[in-house]
């Protein structure tokens, strides 16, 4: 079982050339900010080594940051050999959110990248099937950026109450 | 002279839609199947029909506590686990300590909801594969825990019973006898359900060897709960990441074993479940025990809540699997994002993996097997 610390210091082992960056607030554990162009990489490692195993990813979650222009995906990550979590964020620009899919390294991520794409818009380059899930294929804009303008009528029909 | 077509080697696939409104698919749920007589080749899940952004609504209030009512129509058949996941977190986030009493009869109506939610995900399950009566003997023994809960928050279905820090109100003075009673009334129907359903043949037959799901595979889908400890793993959130109280209480993870088919089978996760309910039995008589007479269950109910700055993952082992809910305050009594990582999302997620090759007919076994509510698949 290794802390979110330890991890830290061996990625920066790994990967000298790659910037990553402690995060910690008021609340909640310390995360690992990874820039976006190595996450995949990064993910492997995650995934694959012996001292790591993280073999599940728990949750992979979309974020807006109207303040700073940017977009942010959270990924949280569990290992069942060793019991150790992680939490990762990644941040990418509001005007071109992209970063690579790991949808190769935990299937599991396929939906839920889906899922940041309808709601926010982000994109995962290389994703096998970046469609909409949840809202029709048809619906306008991302609702849950924090920009987000509910369209008034849908193939006719209002969307919103009187 | 009539023409026989003789050259075998002709095969023609077919795209049938199963759903949006079918009886075996729990909801409102459309798979595009592609078939090669009853063979199928390919399965697209398509969901989102009862989507209403659970998320978005989070956003918009202006308090955590009032997001609350609305975790509960999410999986609306476990009401209870999907509140205490979430009051957990923000209790987590809050560093909010809570009674003693509180937490017993959080676990108690937890536990008593684990085997509501089993009663009827097995129910429904039989009643796919053409068995109606134990449906009827399980919604029996369901309608005694509803009874209960009814008493204890006053609505059957969604209770809203929960309160960060705290309960909305207290149990009725006949709460342990009530409970109690069910504990003792349940134990033998559970052999009654074996009997019934378990070690049927038709059932076994139509459960076994089908929709296999290998634990390597179902770790790399994300799989959690009775599906995961179907496949073979010793893994549950109430032990390996254990939260509440439920480290003061013994009791055992069931797992599969292939013990009619192949590990990982429909019949193994089913079979998690049917024991899991005894498990749950223990931990409720254990509660029972230990639960304190006295004790104010809303005095630790914060006024007001105002998150600190900071985001957090939390999650808890809800009868479906693993339920998180990843919290983003911001120093504001608005939540500035919630999450909420549905079991059913991520194993509904799996089923092209697994049902891949197989016949048409068991595609009914292996959606049943799975156990998903689509309420928390679409939020």
Same mark, same amino acid.
């Given at each position: ?13 790994? &990967? ?81 959110? /992209? ?64 | ?8 080697? /002709? ?24 078939? *090669? ?90 009643? *796919? ?17 509803? *009874? ?26 006949? &709460? ?9 009334? &349940? ?15 038709? &059932? ?176």
């Amino acid at each position: 079982m290794k802390s979110t610390e330890e991890i830290l210091e061996y990625l920066i082992d790994r &990967f000298p050339e790659t910037e990553f960056q402690s995060l910690k607030e008021d609340v909640g554990p310390m995360r690992i900010k990874v820039p976006a162009s190595a996450i995949k990489d990064v993910a492997k490692v995650l995934r694959d080594d012996d001292q790591l195993q993280f073999n599940t990813l728990m949750c992979l979650s979309g974020l807006h940051y109207p303040k700073e222009e940017e977009m942010g995906v959270a990924y949280h990550l569990c290992s069942t050999h060793f019991g150790h979590n992680l939490a990762v964020n990644v941040r990418v620009p509001e005007v071109k959110p /992209e970063l690579p899919t790991i949808e190769q390294i935990w299937k599991t991520a396929n939906w839920h990248e889906r899922e940041a794409y309808d709601m926010f818009g982000i994109i995962f380059t290389g994703h096998p099937d970046l469609r909409r899930i949840l809202c029709p294929d048809d619906w306008e804009g991302h609702p849950l950026r924090k920009d987000y303008v509910q369209q008034e009528t849908y193939r006719g029909v209002t969307t919103k109450e009187n | 002279m009539i023409e026989l077509i003789t050259d075998t080697d /002709e095969r023609r696939e077919m795209t049938i839609n199963m759903g949006p409104q079918h009886p075996s698919t729990h909801g409102v749920l459309r798979l595009e199947l592609l078939l *090669d007589g009853e063979i199928i080749k390919k399965v697209k899940p398509h969901i989102g029909y009862l989507h209403r952004c659970f998320e978005k609504y989070a956003e918009e209030m202006d308090d955590y506590a009032k997001v609350i009512p609305y975790t509960d129509r999410m999986d609306y058949v476990s009401a209870m686990n999907q509140e205490h996941g979430y009051v957990i977190a923000l209790e987590r986030m809050l560093e909010l300590e809570v009674p003693d009493k509180v937490e017993h009869i959080r676990v108690i109506v937890a536990e008593m909801q684990r085997i509501a939610s089993h009663l009827l995900g097995i129910g429904a399950f039989g009643l *796919d594969l053409g068995a109606f009566t134990p449906f009827l003997y399980l919604f029996t023994e369901r309608e005694k825990i509803l *009874d209960i809960f009814e008493k204890v928050s006053g609505a059957r279905l969604l209770y809203n019973y929960m309160a960060v820090g705290g309960l909305m109100r207290d149990v009725h003075p006949e &709460f342990k006898a009530d409970v109690a009673d069910f504990v003792k009334t &349940f134990r033998p129907k559970i052999k009654e359900l074996d009997d019934l359903l378990s070690y049927n043949k038709i &059932f076994v037959k139509r459960t076994a060897n089908i929709g296999i799901l290998p634990v390597k595979v179902a770790l790399n889908y994300g799989a959690s709960g009775p599906v995961l400890r179907g496949s073979g793993m010793k893994w549950d959130l109430r032990k390996n990441d254990t939260y509440s109280i439920y480290n003061q209480f013994e009791f055992d993870i069931p797992v599969g074993s292939g013990e009619v088919g192949t590990l990982g089978d429909c019949w193994d996760r089913y079979n998690v479940r049917v024991r899991e309910m005894e498990q749950s039995l223990l931990i409720i008589e254990q509660a029972l025990d230990s639960m304190p007479e006295e004790g104010d269950v809303m005095e630790a109910i914060p006024r007001r809540i105002r998150m600190k700055e900071g985001e957090i993952y939390t999650r808890t082992e809800s009868p479906r699997g693993e339920l998180g809910y990843f919290i983003v305050g911001d120093n504001s009594a608005t939540p500035y994002r919630i999450k909420v990582r549905a079991p059913s999302f991520v194993h509904l997620s799996m089923l092209p993996a697994i049902s891949k090759g197989s016949l048409i007919a068991d595609i009914v076994a292996i959606v049943g097997s799975i156990d998903i509510v689509l309420g928390e698949v679409d939020r």
